[in-house]
């Protein structure tokens, strides 16, 4: 429960919505945080990809998943049963208001739409659409929005618009809860890297032989390795662990995966929910992020980043899912090399911030 709820003030009840995938609802954390802060009880409603995200965001008192005929990844016919799931699902949260978090290239009104059909007298999301009577706050991308904020910046100011602000002492940062260990091969180990080798989209994902062979060279330095995925990415991950790695593909659940990623010295991972997690968990990263969407909004809201990539390559800014350019060159010019001259070059931004030395 949030704070506010053990003081005076009347209870107020808060629905924030993100609809779409797991990194996208991580990445509204410092959002969620502000509108915790000043509300009795938080809902979040989310789609079935970023409801194990929502989970692990701090001051969420309620889940709620919905998957929206107009997301991708969930996508179905509309019709009246939809429309009385909705309808259900908000009469049983009883919010007094609504944030609608969406990233650059979506549009609140459809949900905001439903909100309304369903009640709602208050509601609050960035649309460049005029959205006539289906918002009363509204942010104008472009205008008093500006484009290219990091994903956490822009949800923020959508949370700020409604009249939300982080509490004092919180930086803003990505958080995520810790409610599990790692798994016991994983705790045993002493210094470990993570390999994520998966992307949600091939044009995001570097060549499974490199990993396989990034792999193969933090064994020859004795380094361990801990290969991470989703159920769905464990022949990939079986793959690139080869004969030296610890294939973790498909056996954690999403806290206890923040856990491993918590306790490496560096992770290694694509522009994936993984990432996001990582940033959250405090973590050095290499991100391995193709320009396909842009990193200014999308890379990794951490510190510590090295971002790998040609940010410049053909596909730029095409939000292309198979690689529009023969052989991948964003990524595919990255080498081995690269990935072990970022990993130390991480290492000494991370003993320049903290005055000790990491990896030793």
């Known amino acids: 429960m949030s704070a506010s709820s053990s003081g005076a003030a009347p209870a107020h009840r808060v629905l924030v919505v993100r609809l779409d995938s797991f990194g996208d609802v991580l990445v509204t954390g410092p959002a969620v945080r502000a509108v915790v802060?000043?509300?009795?009880?938080?809902?979040?409603?989310?789609?079935p990809q970023g409801a194990p995200a929502a989970r692990l965001l701090p001051g969420v008192d309620t889940v709620r998943v919905w998957a929206a005929p107009w997301v991708t990844e969930t996508a179905r016919p509309l019709d009246d049963a939809v429309l009385a799931e909705f309808r259900a699902l908000v009469a049983e949260e009883r919010p007094d208001e609504a944030v609608v978090l969406t990233s650059f290239h979506q549009s609140p009104l459809p949900v905001a739409m439903l909100l309304r059909l369903a009640g709602v007298q208050r509601v609050t999301g960035a649309s460049v659409d005029h959205p006539g009577s289906l918002l009363d706050v509204?942010?104008?991308?472009?205008?008093?929005?500006?484009?290219d904020l990091p994903e956490p910046e822009r949800a923020l100011r959508i949370a700020g618009a409604a009249g939300f602000a982080l509490p004092p002492g919180d930086d803003g940062r990505l958080v995520v809860r810790h409610d599990a260990d790692a798994p016991?091969?994983?705790?045993?180990?002493?210094?470990?890297?993570?390999?994520?080798?998966?992307?949600?989209?091939?044009?995001?994902?570097?060549?499974a032989e490199r990993h396989r062979a990034l792999v193969a060279a933090y064994a020859e330095r004795g380094v361990p390795v801990v290969i991470t995925g989703s159920p769905g990415e464990a022949e990939l991950t079986s793959e690139v662990a080869g004969d030296t790695g610890i294939d973790l593909g498909g056996r954690t659940s999403p806290a206890e995966l923040a856990a491993v990623l918590a306790g490496a010295e560096v992770v290694v991972v694509g522009n994936t929910g993984p990432a996001h997690l990582a940033a959250a968990v405090g973590v050095p990263i290499v991100s391995l992020f193709s320009p396909v969407v842009p990193a200014v909004k999308w890379a990794p809201y951490a510190p510590l980043v090295e971002l790998l990539g040609d940010q410049g390559a053909a596909c730029r800014l095409s939000r292309a899912r198979e690689c529009p350019v023969p052989g991948h060159p964003c990524l595919a010019s990255v080498t081995v090399d690269d990935v072990l001259a970022a990993h130390e070059r991480l290492l000494e931004r991370a003993r320049r911030t903290t005055g000790t030395r990491v990896g030793d």
């Open 184 to 207: 016991v091969q994983v705790a045993r180990l002493g210094r470990y890297v993570v390999v994520h080798p998966g992307a949600s989209v091939p044009a995001r994902s570097w060549p």
């Open 37 to 47: 802060a000043g509300s009795s009880h938080v809902t979040m409603l989310c789609g």
């Open 138 to 147: 509204r942010l104008r991308p472009g205008e008093d929005l500006p484009e």
